[in-house]
């Protein structure tokens, strides 16, 4: 093998290593690189094209010429390079490709582009990423702060829906004008950290990004790569952290992308039982072929490396698991085995996090994966998948076909909410009321409340109080902080305006007050994957369909949670304690300031010696209507 390199650097090392599936730097030497040959600056492209024929670099700085550039082969890799000097940033290019098969012309963009055009438009932009970061108070810091101990409050935010400018509501906000705005935002609600749905360069808004075709591109739609860097820069400042979803399980079939790249199947799969998917009518990426576990890894630590983000949000992980997800018998190929798991995307996701956590171990992954696969988020070494969370779907889908009930049925169906109790520590959960609860119909989180308004506020803030007790990490959707009353657009702004109105105000109060609380009490997050810290009181009083149970901290600290999950007050209602003295009032859902009646227990109530579920103390409460409590022992 040659020792050269070509006018980006690609080397013999960094052949061996794409080849052999383990690159992760690749975006360092593919795609457009500014550099110096011969005395004059210029810039090196390259991409990987293995059956094509000839590739030319075509762009705004040759007329769109495909004979003015032509690239030249790197020795057998499939790879082809050019040198074009005097062009610089901002520079709009495409790849011109004759394809071995067929005679076969495309014009498409560069998959490690650093920036595209604006949609509609499909060019890739020459772009510079270099950017003065103020964060590193933040990045030496912010290891604890994604630990499996720690308070994790996430915030999911659509940036092109979560607020429009003003004056005109068509008119989407960039990330510097979402910057400052979205930090106070989310610090004011006491949010540990800003989840956005795909920024990745997408060429249909609808899909709401995850339909990526840009996988090193922040979409152009709100700004440029530095603009985006602002943003994360100064949710850093104001101590909130930043996780990014992801998407390497699909991507669309547009002409420009990845499909069908070189007049080849490049990066999915030839056969449409494995490389198309029916849900979302895109292309499945080929997890086998090394060249594209080398593309993804890269992807992956790209966006770790130089936008500074503290976690991934791998989505669709349960697709990329079954080789016969969402799809009928003869519509998949089994595995070598016979069996319906993809080894080939098992294998790459372990991958994925081995690399991503060796390169970024004060980070977190986190896995969107809907099914009981085993060991999602437990380590490799002991046959994990290696991620740090996983979303935990079953308590969302249980939770809300619960509180979606009419209370008088409530009774019947107790055990969809403690049924989790049973499998709660198997994994590092997250519990997440996601964009995906409040679209296609379903309606808003407060819409899809029973009863009248009154009651479908007292259940929301139920629903937020019992997702905060329950041991696991949090997610919430934008709008649903405050109530928004209509499902979510992409087309629109969250309805700020409602935040005028008593009951939303006291909506988003408590949500503010649940985060203060969950961060300031060990007892509600240090122990949230260790089954020691949380213990039912009473399970089984389904005649009141009342809830309650402590969740201990390690210094002992105990907090005891309560949940009325009927609109009728229970008056003189005993709960076990384990301790005595006076258990102060933490929070309390029907407190008028939230927009509740105002009932409750005067700021606490004694322990006395009345034995009662099991324990020799006991306090005797009133429990508010369709209400949450939290109380503390003040021994």
């Not at 940033?89 to 998959?111: H, L, M, N, Q, T």
């Not at 060019?123 to 308070?151: C, F, K, N």
């Not at 997702?467 to 499902?487: D, Y």
Request: hydrophobic share 35%.
């Amino acid at each position: 093998m040659s020792t050269s390199t070509t006018p980006s650097g690609i080397g013999p090392v960094d052949l061996h290593l794409f080849n052999e599936g383990t690159h992760s730097r690749l975006h360092e030497r593919l795609g457009a690189h500014a550099v110096e040959q011969d005395g004059r600056t210029g810039t090196a492209f390259s991409v990987w094209a293995p059956n094509a024929e000839a590739v030319s670099v075509i762009g705004d700085f040759n007329g769109w010429d495909d004979g003015s550039h032509v690239m030249e082969p790197v020795e057998s890799s499939g790879i082809w390079t050019v040198f074009v000097p005097d062009v610089g940033p901002g520079a709009i290019y495409k790849f011109r490709i004759r394809s071995r098969e067929a005679g076969y012309r495309v014009e498409k963009a560069d998959p490690f582009a650093f920036r595209s055009e604006e949609p509609p438009r499909t060019g890739s932009v020459v772009a510079d990423l270099a950017y003065t970061w103020a964060d590193a108070e933040w990045m030496a810091s912010r290891g604890p702060r994604v630990a499996l101990e720690a308070p994790i409050s996430i915030y999911e935010v659509h940036l092109g829906s979560w607020r429009r400018s003003p004056d005109d509501p068509d008119r989407v906000l960039g990330y510097r004008d979402l910057a400052p705005l979205l930090a106070d935002h989310a610090t004011r609600l006491g949010f540990t950290h800003v989840e956005l749905l795909p920024i990745m360069e997408h060429p249909f808004y609808g899909s709401w990004g995850y339909q990526t075709t840009g996988y090193f591109a922040p979409t152009s739609r709100y700004g440029s790569p530095q603009d985006l860097k602002h943003l994360i820069d100064t949710l850093h400042q104001a101590g909130v952290g930043v996780i990014l979803d992801w998407v390497p399980s699909h991507f669309p079939n547009d002409e420009h992308g990845l499909a069908y790249f070189d007049g080849t199947h490049l990066f999915e799969h030839s056969d449409p039982r494995q490389g198309f998917h029916p849900d979302w009518k895109s292309a499945v990426f080929n997890y086998g072929r090394n060249e594209v576990r080398s593309f993804l890894l890269s992807s992956a630590r790209f966006w770790y490396d130089e936008y500074h983000i503290d976690g991934l949000r791998v989505d669709a992980v349960a697709s990329m698991l079954y080789l016969d997800y969402s799809r009928d018998e003869g519509e998949w190929i089994p595995n070598r085995y016979g069996g319906r798991e993809n080894l080939e995307a098992i294998s790459f996701l372990r991958t994925l996090n081995e690399e991503l956590y060796a390169a970024q171990p004060d980070t977190q992954t986190f896995a969107e994966e809907s099914t009981a696969w085993p060991m999602v988020s437990r380590p490799t070494y002991l046959g994990g998948l290696g991620f740090g969370f996983k979303w935990d779907m079953g308590w969302m889908h249980d939770t809300l076909r619960y509180l979606q009930r009419d209370p008088i049925y409530r009774g019947h169906h107790q055990d969809e909410l403690t049924f989790r109790a049973l499998y709660g520590f198997t994994e590092n959960y997250v519990l997440p009321l996601s964009h995906d609860e409040v679209v296609h119909g379903k309606g808003s989180l407060l819409g899809r409340m029973p009863g009248d308004d009154w009651q479908r506020f007292a259940n929301l803030r139920l629903l937020f109080g019992y997702q905060w007790a329950v041991p696991g990490k949090k997610l919430l959707f934008m709008g649903g902080e405050f109530g928004q009353r209509a499902e979510w657009s992409h087309e629109g702004s969250l309805d700020w305006h409602l935040r005028d109105y008593p009951t939303h105000a006291g909506v988003e109060r408590w949500v503010s007050d649940l985060n203060r609380v969950y961060r300031g009490h060990p007892a509600l997050h240090e122990r949230d994957s260790d089954p020691a810290g949380f213990e039912w009181v009473d399970a089984r009083d389904h005649t009141s369909s009342v809830l309650s149970f402590l969740r201990r901290a390690r210094d002992g600290h105990d907090l005891l949670c309560i949940f009325n999950l009927t609109p009728v007050p229970r008056d003189n209602y005993r709960v076990g304690v384990p301790s005595k003295g006076r258990w102060r009032e933490l929070l309390n859902s029907d407190a008028t300031e939230y927009g509740g009646s105002g009932m409750g227990n005067y700021g606490g109530a004694e322990a006395a010696p009345v034995p009662m579920h099991g324990r020799m103390r006991s306090l005797n409460l009133t429990l508010p209507p369709l209400s949450c409590l939290v109380l503390e022992s003040e021994e």
